[in-house]
């Protein structure tokens, strides 16, 4: 049986942005393959480790016929840093996450749905009309590794707890008006920074120290 060619099912439209990155859905691409490849499942095996204890995923996509099935594809889970997560850290909810961007990962891999998105390519335009998206919830989950804001968020606001609290409160103000933050979210300018800009004030923390 021959593999699902899918280049060209999706548009960049089908794609959503979160700060500097595009990513995919999972459930988008679970519904592209469904539409376009019917009977090809995903499929998770075995929970794998490293020597440094770092784990990784391995999935493959299955036909339900039993007459296909891909090879066995890779996938290292990793936090949003995008550093390797140890055994230790390894929670049901980091497996499950990289369960679904692996899946992704892997259509893009052996049926080329999305391969657009990691090569950097035009996305050709569709002579049909594009079918309606996807519901897009909060467990949404990308291609790309997609920081979570919350942790983020606790990471700098660890930092901050470790300063001079003397300090503190004008060094997120000077930020806030630096990043021209207009108003506070939840009385916090914290919470009403994006990624980028949390991540720079935990550089400017950790270079400080």
Request: aromatic share 10%.
């Amino acid at each position: 049986m021959d593999l699902p060619y899918l280049k060209g099912a999706l548009t960049k439209d089908d794609l959503r942005r979160k700060d500097k990155f595009d990513y995919l859905p999972w459930a988008k691409c679970l519904q592209i393959v469904n539409d376009k490849a019917p009977g090809w499942m995903p499929e998770r095996g075995e929970i794998c480790h490293a020597a440094d204890t770092s784990v990784w995923i391995q999935v493959r996509w299955v036909h339900v016929s039993g007459e296909g099935k891909t090879p066995w594809f890779d996938y290292a889970l990793r936090d949003f840093r995008n550093k390797a997560v140890l055994a230790d850290k390894a929670t049901a909810k980091a497996i499950c996450d990289a369960t679904r961007r692996a899946y992704c990962a892997s259509a893009a891999a052996f049926f080329s749905l999305n391969y657009e998105t990691y090569v950097n390519e035009e996305f050709e335009p569709q002579d049909e009309p594009v079918e309606p998206r996807a519901s897009v919830t909060a467990n949404s989950i990308d291609v790309n590794v997609e920081p979570p804001i919350e942790e983020v968020q606790g990471v700098l606001m660890e930092l901050l707890a470790q300063a001079d609290q003397e300090k503190v409160a004008n060094y997120i103000n000077s930020r806030a008006a630096v990043f021209q933050l207009k108003e506070k979210v939840q009385g916090s300018w914290i919470a009403a920074m994006s990624i980028d800009q949390l991540q720079i004030c935990i550089d400017e923390l950790r270079a400080a120290k």
